[in-house]
């Protein structure tokens, strides 16, 4: 039997499936805030933390005398801890961010094996979930970093009042902020990089008959 | 001339393992369906009838045996091959519709056809006009809860259709619908089959799938226990059920 050649392409363009994945997130919004309050916590605490470096590096370089002594003595002690701390917390919301999307997958399998029938290579699925968790990551970043900014800015006019304000260390926060956005997205996309390859990985057949 | 064969299976047998002990769904399923022609797979539950439809679907590769879908062999596809047979060849309508439910009708349609590689303003023309044959030109916006369940099976209808396909494979079409309902969902089948010279297999258990095919083939225990044309079905309807040995 002469074999025919099947030599067609299959496609989905990036505008549909922004569109696709966008959609998604506002039907299942729960989830979607759910995902990226995850990154949106564990890039605020980090933030925080770096935003109150930068506020006591510049309080050294550019305070009082009698504050800088202060502040000198047990900056290294407190550096190290801060290190595990950060580190401990983004993977905390790197996992809960596999988990969310593990159920996410779970939730829509019958979607998924809908769309496979319909000619869905497994890179559209793995797509469509990588656009969404970049999408949960930029939002949960950007929101993160504003919010940890705010918060260590208020602590510290607190603490030494009007001070803060002249001694602003823009630029470092600036150049902090850029990183945080950059991490918690890379953070966001690489949890969700299993659930999408376990959802791309269903067979069709079996994926619609799951009951959810 | 002889009519050209969509599909044939020859000597398909699939096994699945239930824990240690292999389980001998198909055992053994010799069938040629014909371009343009209504099928009806019909048996108990637990027949093998599911199976040997994921087999003709190309959702599922046989243990053994072959399974040629418009002349090619589905075992030899890679999964890319696979996914475009699905795409461009094969249509498939489910008993629970399984639209997707955050898109409305009209892009439930567009979407087979936007994988297949048509622009969005083409998909949706051809989207339109195709909701407009299954008699949902007026609801072409709404999302899938938004839609009774006939009115969801149609769509699904319009969406298997969205490519040309050669085959439209529906499990249980009207599994999930009220006897009218399905008896409308049936009808609108026969009509595209008709219409547009698509081969239609179900698989089902619905006597009133009978009326209309072609052919009835009556699965029982993983084999073909027989194969009855349209002329004798009509005379048989009224004893379907009663008759054992056929």
Redesign the interface.
Same mark, same amino acid.
């Given at each position: 039997m002469e074999q025919k050649k099947i030599e067609k392409q299959l496609s989905l363009p990036l505008k549909n499936a922004i569109q696709m994945s966008f959609r998604n997130m506002r039907v299942r919004f729960g989830r979607a805030i759910i995902i990226t309050m995850s990154i949106l916590l564990g890039i605020a605490f980090l933030m925080s933390v770096l935003t109150g470096n930068a506020f006591t590096m510049s309080l050294i370089h550019k305070g009082p005398e009698e504050i800088k002594v202060l502040l000198m003595a047990d900056i290294l002690e407190v550096k190290t801890r801060q290190v595990w701390l950060v580190s401990l917390s983004l993977l905390v919301c790197t996992v809960g961010i596999v988990n969310a999307m593990l159920m996410s997958v779970t939730e829509r399998s019958r979607e998924i094996g809908t769309m496979k029938c319909l000619g869905a290579l497994d890179k559209f699925i793995v797509e469509l979930f990588l656009l969404e968790s970049l999408a949960h990551g930029i939002v949960g970043s950007i929101a993160g970093c504003l919010i940890g900014i705010l918060t260590m800015t208020v602590v510290y006019l607190i603490q030494y009042g009007g001070l803060i304000i002249k001694i602003f260390p823009l630029g470092v926060i600036l150049k902090y902020m850029l990183l945080s956005i950059l991490l918690g997205t890379f953070l966001a996309v690489i949890g969700a990089l299993y659930p999408a390859y376990v959802s791309s990985k269903m067979e069709p057949a079996e994926a619609i008959r799951r009951e959810v | 001339m002889p009519k050209e064969a969509i599909v044939r299976t020859i000597g398909v047998k699939k096994s699945f393992m239930l824990g240690k002990v292999p389980l001998h769904v198909l055992k053994g399923i010799d069938l040629e369906i014909l371009k343009g022609e209504y099928i009806s797979i019909m048996g108990p539950s637990g027949s093998g009838k599911t199976t040997l439809f994921?087999m003709i *679907?190309g =959702?599922?590769k046989p243990s053994e045996g072959k399974v040629?879908i418009?002349? &090619?062999?589905i075992a030899?596809?890679d999964?890319?091959?696979l996914?475009? =047979?699905?795409? /461009?060849k094969i249509g498939?309508i489910?008993q629970?519709f399984? =639209?997707?439910? &955050?898109?409305s009708a009209l892009e439930n349609v567009m =979407?087979?056809m936007?994988? *297949? *590689?048509l622009s969005?303003d083409d998909a949706r023309e051809k989207a339109k006009a195709l909701l407009e044959t299954v008699g949902l030109g007026h609801r072409v916006n709404h999302k899938p809860f938004e839609l009774s369940g006939g009115q969801q099976q149609r769509v699904a209808i319009a /969406?298997a259709l969205a490519?040309d396909p050669a085959i439209i494979l529906a499990d249980e079409p009207t599994g999930n619908l009220d006897l009218k309902t399905g008896k409308e969902i049936i009808n609108l089948l026969r009509e595209m089959n008709k219409e547009k010279g698509v081969s239609i297999i179900t698989a089902t258990h619905d006597l009133k799938m009978l009326d209309v095919s072609d052919r009835v083939i009556w699965i029982r225990d993983g084999m073909i226990e027989r194969v009855e044309d349209r002329e004798n079905i009509t005379i048989k309807v009224g004893e379907v059920e009663g008759e054992e040995a056929g």
């Open positions: - | 994921n *679907g =959702l599922d040629y418009d002349e &090619v062999d030899q596809l999964a890319y091959e996914a475009w =047979l699905r795409c /461009r498939y489910f629970t399984n =639209l997707i439910p &955050v898109m =979407l087979p936007i994988f *297949g *590689g969005t /969406r490519n």
